[in-house]
């Protein structure tokens, strides 16, 4: 018993020496390379605080939020489990999108995600070293809130829905081939609205066709700046412009009034008024930013990942919608198609 009792010390150690991972079967500067922090399993028990802001509350940004959290629940963060989410609106209102930010800067949650260009100019403004995960933000160098496509470096990466405005002037153009003037309204104050209308008048010009824009400072204005279109163009196109949007039955009321049929770059417009949209699915991209808020959430860094765009576009249409505006849709785009609403 005596030999039993000194060997079992001498036993363990040659067992745990076998197991060690410096004498498993891995690259030999294995041991010196630190564990990927996206790989950082979530503790036991552990809850993580989620806080996500919008600048408003539309279809389109609430889509983007119920993806978001589908895809954090896939991933293991399920809130009411271990994961606590403080969801707050802007109504609409940019002083409002200030406070929030403040306040979420002083919670100090483990991620934010600002759905929307004027609560994400907010948050990042506010927070430097919480981790930033913006979401549905057209234009996010332009707005400031990174320096390019690539990482970051800072606290900031995020899901971009810009995309190029050539297919949907393509569309236009097969819709209305003897197009002359496109439509336009808009926030002068919303960067990605003055990006998208810089955008399409560069291109437009190299057809010889005409931007009509017309500014909307608020929800309120929508319905006199589209009306103001009357006579001028034979289209008109929105982009995801977050006064718009939410004032889209107003679009909807203008363009059958003039007959003259709405393009969105939102494929939500499509169930409020617009004849057929051609953009990314915000759930889908919601989805997308649920990824890499997991990333952030096991512990990796939201400044060493790029920030991304969406690469799939969907064609939503409603043939009732087109006919109220004066437009039937040609055989080619209801061939396809996506979506279908009636």
Not at 182 to 211: C, D, M, W
Request: aromatic fraction near 4%; charge should be neutral; hydrophobic fraction near 40%.
């Amino acid at each position: 018993m005596h030999v039993l009792r000194l060997s079992l010390p001498i036993l363990t150690a040659a067992i745990l020496a076998a197991c060690s991972p410096q004498n498993a079967s891995a690259p030999q500067n294995a041991a010196s390379q630190p564990t990927s922090p996206a790989s950082t399993p979530v503790a036991a028990g552990e809850t993580k605080n989620l806080a996500i802001t919008a600048i408003t509350e539309h279809p389109a940004l609430d889509d983007i939020r119920y993806g978001l959290l589908e895809q954090l629940k896939t991933e293991g963060f399920e809130e009411g489990k271990n994961l606590k989410i403080d969801f707050q609106s802007a109504q609409g209102n940019p002083s409002t999108a200030a406070q929030i930010a403040k306040k979420f800067a002083g919670d100090k949650p483990d991620v934010i995600v600002p759905i929307s260009t004027p609560s994400a100019q907010a948050v990042v403004a506010t927070s430097k070293d919480i981790p930033i995960v913006y979401a549905g933000i057209t234009d996010p160098i332009g707005a400031k809130l990174v320096s390019s496509w690539d990482a970051s470096g800072t606290n900031v990466t995020g899901m971009s829905n810009q995309m190029d405005v050539q297919p949907e002037l393509d569309l236009m153009r097969e819709l209305i081939p003897d197009l002359k003037a496109i439509g336009y309204v808009f926030s002068p104050g919303e960067v990605n609205s003055v990006t998208v209308l810089n955008q399409l008048r560069e291109k437009a010009a190299s057809h010889n066709i005409k931007i009509v824009d017309v500014p909307a400072q608020t929800t309120s204005d929508v319905l006199a700046a589209a009306r103001s279109l009357k006579g001028k163009v034979q289209i008109i196109f929105t982009a995801h412009d977050n006064n718009v949007v939410a004032a889209y039955p107003s679009m909807y009321k203008a363009a059958v009034e003039m007959k003259i049929p709405l393009l969105a770059a939102d494929s939500n417009s499509v169930g409020k008024g617009a004849a057929l949209a051609l953009g990314v699915n915000d759930y889908n991209l919601g989805k997308e930013t649920g990824k890499m808020v997991a990333q952030v959430l096991r512990g990796k860094a939201a400044g060493e990942m790029p920030s991304q765009k969406m690469q799939d576009l969907e064609l939503v249409i409603s043939p009732k919608h087109a006919a109220e505006q004066g437009l039937t849709l040609p055989e080619s785009v209801l061939k396809r198609a996506n979506k279908t609403v009636e």
